[in-house]
């Protein structure tokens, strides 16, 4: 005879992170906003392909503020009120994100670009000989 065992689960404590870092990374082709604590732990992250967006409409302003409010959504047993703001990228998705995060309540403390910016460039091409 075989007897059932129940299995019990450890309750997971959920921790209370006042002050977050949000790191959004727009590019021509999608927005993706990921927020974490002090340590660089994730707490949550989306995409704008995860939202429903397809194609072009990924990198809009409004895609963007949708995924704020998708990470949003996804994190609020943390309660986050306050967050530093760190965006890689040149699309239009970096204005709509940091728009999404005062839309949903979420005071924005600092706003700094990580964006990669070349010194000098790549080595040019040789001269043309006719």
Known sequence: ???AVKKTKKKKVAKIVSHARAYVQA???NTIVSVTDQN???LGWASAGMVGFKGPKK???YAAGQVVKRVMDGIKDY???EVSVFIKG???GREGAI???NANGVNVLSIKDLTPIPHNGCRAPKRRRV
């Open 1 to 3: 005879m075989v007897q």
């Open 27 to 29: 590019s021509f082709n």
């Open 40 to 42: 660089g732990d994730v």
């Open 90 to 92: 040149i699309c239009g």
């Open 99 to 101: 728009r999404g995060f």
């Open 79 to 81: 309660a986050v009120k």
């Open 59 to 61: 990198a809009t302003p």
